[in-house]
């Protein structure tokens, strides 16, 4: 049985679970949120199969199977969507929830933490817990180690190129920052300084040079009835494109960084 931690956004419940120490959402739950009205269909169309798998979870009508969704397809799911409230979904839960759930092994909402400072049984079952996971990711990680020695000794891939590659559909720039601990508006100016892209009103958009390359493409999304908001997203070749004009300045993704890369 899976333990669900819940939390809110904007008003929309959503149900996590953790399995084998990686974050899992209840499916129904992030589509509903990110604002899809056929929540179903949505997962079907968006999310890969290898990125979705079933799950035993509590409900207050019973125990129930539930499909839930890995982290990348989550962004699967979000990053296809033209609705207005996809990219701040995905952006709460890069710099909000998955931090948070990976830093203490639990999201911490105010239900829970009102548990922990009221019931010494919660904490003692809470402190358990954090140490059994840490206990185990402990052990995965020397597990691994030799393993990703091996990886990164014969150089058989890029780790950012992989992910690109296996990304469907056109990516924030937030997303993409994130890989290299930066932020959208850091990347931006960046990319702005290089003669990439330049501000059009509220909306970046890529210089004539770069424009017929198949790098971006603009989503219009509606923020009233008579009104659609702008903004660029990125396509896989954008993303590597990208991706070679940093590491050509000296910008790596944080899964390749050593001790020559640049840290601003």
Partial sequence: MNELQNFNFNGNQLRTVLIDNEP???????????????????????????????????????????????????????????????????????????????????????????????????????????????EARLELEKENSQLSLDLAEANKKLPFLEWALQTKGLVTPTIIAKKYGKTAIWLNNWLHKQGVQFKQGKCWVL????????????????TDIDHLHPSMKWTVKGMKFIYELLKENGYLPISEQGEDSKAS
């Fill in 24 to 134: 899992f959402f209840v499916g129904k739950d992030a589509a509903a949120a990110i604002g899809y009205s056929n929540t179903r269909k949505a997962i079907r169309d968006h999310v890969k199969g290898k990125y979705l798998r079933e799950a035993r979870i509590v409900t207050p009508s019973g125990v129930q199977t539930v499909t839930v969704i890995s982290e990348p397809g989550l962004y699967q799911l979000a990053g296809e969507s033209k609705l207005p409230s996809a990219e701040p979904f995905q952006d709460w839960v890069y710099e909000e929830v998955l931090p948070t759930i990976r830093k203490h092994g639990a999201y911490m909402t105010n239900e829970v933490i009102e548990k922990t400072l009221t019931s010494p049984d919660f904490i003692i079952q809470l402190a358990t817990k954090l140490k059994d996971e840490q």
């Fill in 207 to 222: 210089y004539k040079k770069y424009d017929d390359k198949g790098y971006s493409d603009t989503i219009f999304s509606p």
